[in-house]
Structure formats: structure tokens, C-alpha cells
């Protein structure tokens, strides 16, 4: 495991490299301005939805790892068709939500008669980017099925293909398109990323594990057939996969209830919350994808054994070499938080004054890097159990401890109270999904 968890590692870091290089070009030539806030907004509608509900040990992934590795091969061809086919449609459903109710949610963030440019550009920056939502269950299906099957490359490496297009694509065009230039990358980036899964998807999944299964079951009546025998299968994956998808909206409406906070606060605030949570996502995005990918869909076959002893003690092993990683990182983080930030990012049209707003949060998103680590692999430990009620609770009660902390909290104290709070609703998330893991473990 520990080889190919670096190598997962590696390929992780090159994306993530590549995903700071395109946060200092898009802090180079926009800054903390109206185009950059504009552009974030949006991503907020569409990006952030691929983002989170593709990624691997996201929802549709997740549930994937957990259903797939328990069903006879035979049948892994059928049923991967009948989940392609059904989760894809849930979200051109949400396409269309977000398409047609566009002018409506902006309100709720944008003052339209004090900033109508704002407006304006985020209604555009929402059309280009809305294929980004159309993809969002192709590539996590693909990314999952490849994993199971040891084929980490592709599925680590696919964000880089998104953060190169988009490099390109705001170094050529921003002086003819602005902004724009921004989703029109992103979106080229993440069809592109997409398609990087294909190859190896056919020639292994298709050509190899599922060869047999495709060629007898040509005839309608041999499909039939197949979809008849993982009725029980599909039931089982739309039993995770609801519940993991609600809980992740949730998680999506945390991120909502920070935007609309930032609503009255100055120009930019919006993209400073951002640029300061990618900083964090960038060590963190690397910890977990390199443990999540090789760890869980062991632990899926370890719960289908009832093996739960092993469980306990793979989690417990791992649990203090994540605090020696991560302790140095996180104390660094504290202690030169606004000397990073200056380092990093501080030339073109990203002056001192955003420099002093990302790194008034940047301070205590680092407090809370441990918590969050802690509680994403708890979630996905519930999702390997093929329980994905628990963390949809905890969720949606985190949302009211976040949106009361905010309400009494901004007005004090500002921009920097958007982390604070994230911070506590962090610890809150992280001891409650322990107690109830605790629990479940020694039934």
C-alpha cells in the first residue's frame, strides 16, 4: 500500500503544483477584484458541484468503491451501464436547475442595482461553465472504476489537464475575453480531464473484465436479463449513493452560506475565502487522495467479510502518522501565515491589500487542517460501511452551528470570522462522527 499510496501521492502533487501555479496567474492578472469574484461565484454553482461530487472519495466515487468490488464480474458490465446512465441524468437535471433559476440565486448574493456589472459577468461565467456539472458523474464513475482495478494514473493526474487549460487559457485570452477567460478554461479543462479516462476504461473494464459480460448480453433479451440480477445491487448503490449525495449538497450549502455572509463585506472577500481555502485543499487534497485511493476500496472488502477488527486497526495505524505529517505544516501555517501569503501571491494585481485579507483567514484554516483531515476519513470510512445516513446527519446539523456562527460572528469581526467559524464547525464535524464511529465499531 505504501508504494502505491506514493505514487498516488506524487501524482497528486503535480496537480496540485499545477493548481497553485493557476491560482498565482489568476492572482497575477486579476487580484481580488470584481472579474475574479465573478468568476468564483460562479465556479460556485458549477465548478464547485464537479468538484466535489467527482473527485475521488467523493459521493459518486465513494459509492461506486463501496457497491462494485461486491458484485459478481459477470455482472459489473450491466450494472455499471445502469449507473452510468441514471446518475448522469440526475445531474443534467441540475444543469437545467442551475440554467433557468440563474437570475433568481444571484440575487441572493449580488445587490443588482449597487453592482451590475458583477451581476452581469457571473451570469456569463455560469453559461460557460455549466458543462462542467454535465460531466460531473462520467468522470467520477470512470475515476472509480479504474481505481478498483489498480489504474491510479489517470484519475490522479486528470486535474492537472484541468488547471493547464486553464493557465492557457487566461494567459491567451484575457485581454480579449477578461474574465472570461477563466471558466472558458475551466470548462475546456474539465471535458478534456474526462476524456482521459476513457482509453483506459475501455481497454481494461470493458475489453478485459467486462468482455464476457458485454458480448452475452447483445440481445435485448440478455440485458434484461442482466438488469433483472442487480436489481439488488442497484438498490443497494442508490442506498449509499442518495444519502452521500445529500450530505455532500450540504457540505455545498456550507460553502453557499459563507458566500452569502461575504455579501456585505468589501470587494473581493469572496475570492480571498477561496484563494485561502485552495491553499489549505492543496496539502489536504494530497493526504487524502494518496489514503483514499488505495485504503477504502480495502476496507469495502474488509466489511464485506465482517472483518471489523482489521478496520479498527488499519484507522488506528494510520491515525498518528497523519498528526506527525501534519503538525509541522499546520504550525508553520500559524505562525508565518501572512509571510506565505505575501510569497506566494503578492505581485501583479494582487497587492498588500489582498495579501492582509487571505491571510486573516488563512490563520485559523490552518487551526483546522487536522479536524478536517480527521473527519474527511471518518466519512469515508461510514461510506466503505455502506452508511452514508450518519454523515448526511452531522452535516446538515453543521450547516445550522455554521450559519449561527456566522450571523452572530461577521458583524464582529469581519471577513476573518468566515474561518473562524469554519474552524469550529471542523472540531464540531470531526468529535461527532468519532463518538458515533466509536459507537458502530464495538456493536
Known amino acids: 500500500m505504501l508504494r502505491v499510496a506514493s505514487l498516488i501521492a506524487g501524482l497528486t502533487l503535480v496537480s496540485k503544483l499545477l493548481g497553485l501555479v493557476r491560482d498565482l496567474v489568476i492572482a497575477h492578472y486579476f487580484g481580488t477584484s470584481t472579474y475574479s ?12 458541484i464537479f ?3 467527482a473527485c475521488v472519495g467523493g459521493p459518486i466515487y465513494s459509492s461506486v468503491i463501496a457497491s462494485l468490488p461486491k458484485i459478481d464480474r459477470s455482472l459489473q458490465g450491466a450494472f455499471l451501464r445502469k449507473i452510468l446512465v441514471s446518475t448522469s441524468l440526475v445531474f443534467v437535471v441540475v444543469a437545467a436547475l442551475v440554467y433557468f433559476s440563474k437570475n433568481f440565486l444571484l440575487k441572493a448574493f449580488i445587490d ?5 456589472e458583477y451581476f452581469d459577468l457571473t451570469l456569463r461565467n455560469i453559461d460557460v461553465l455549466l458543462p462542467l456539472i ?3 458523474a462520467p ?9 478498483i482495478y489498480k489504474k491510479y494514473f489517470a484519475s490522479s493526474l486528470s486535474p492537472a489537464i484541468t488547471n493547464i487549460a486553464l493557465i492557457i487559457s487566461v494567459m491567451t485570452f484575457n485581454t480579449g475575453f477578461g474574465g472570461l477567460s477563466l471558466a472558458l478554461g475551466s470548462s475546456v479543462g474539465g471535458v478534456f480531464a474526462t476524456m482521459l479516462f476513457l482509453p483506459s476504461f475501455l481497454k481494461i473494464i470493458i475489453r478485459k473484465s467486462l468482455n464476457g459480460n458485454i458480448n452475452d448480453s447483445s440481445s435485448t433479451d440478455s440485458q434484461e436479463f442482466s438488469f433483472e440480477k442487480i436489481k439488488e445491487e442497484i438498490k443497494s448503490y442508490n442506498h449509499i449513493l442518495v444519502p452521500a449525495l445529500m450530505s455532500t449538497g450540504f457540505a455545498q450549502l456550507m460553502v453557499f452560506v459563507d458566500s452569502f455572509f461575504c455579501r456585505g463585506l468589501e470587494e473581493g ?8 481555502n485552495r491553499l489549505i485543499q492543496m496539502p489536504l487534497g494530497i493526504l487524502i487522495t494518496s489514503i483514499v485511493v488505495p485504503l477504502f476500496p480495502k476496507i469495502s472488502v474488509l466489511v464485506k467479510h465482517a472483518n471489523f477488527q482489521e ?28 509571510d506565505l501569503i505575501r510569497l506566494v501571491f503578492e505581485r501583479g494585481a494582487f ?4 495579501t492582509a485579507m487571505v491571510s486573516s483567514l488563512f490563520f485559523y484554516l490552518c487551526l483546522g487542517i487536522i479536524p478536517l483531515l480527521f473527519k474527511e476519513l471518518l466519512v469515508r470510512t461510514f461510506y466503505s460501511f455502506g452508511d452514508s445516513r450518519t454523515p448526511f446527519i452531522v452535516m446538515a446539523c453543521a450547516i445550522l452551528v455554521k450559519a449561527s456562527l456566522n450571523y452572530v460572528l461577521v458583524p464582529i469581526h469581519g471577513l476573518p470570522a468566515i474561518a473562524m467559524t469554519m474552524l469550529g464547525v471542523h472540531i464540531f464535524n470531526f468529535l461527532v462522527l468519532l463518538v458515533l464511529f466509536v459507537r458502530k465499531s464495538l456493536r
Open 37 to 48: 469574484d465573478a468568476f468564483n461565484l460562479a465556479y460556485l454553482f458549477t465548478g464547485n
Open 51 to 53: 468538484i466535489i461530487f
Open 112 to 116: 443588482q442595482s449597487l453592482k451590475p
Open 134 to 136: 454535465l460531466i460531473t
Open 139 to 147: 468522470n467520477a464513475i470512470l475515476a472509480a472504476v479504474l481505481n
Open 269 to 276: 472577500s469572496w475570492t480571498a475565502v477561496t484563494l485561502a
Open 311 to 338: 478496520i479498527n486497526s488499519r484507522l488506528l495505524r494510520l491515525a498518528p502518522n497523519l498528526l506527525l505529517l501534519c503538525i509541522p505544516g499546520v504550525l508553520i501555517g500559524m505562525l508565518f501565515h501572512e
Open 351 to 354: 497587492d498588500a491589500r489582498s
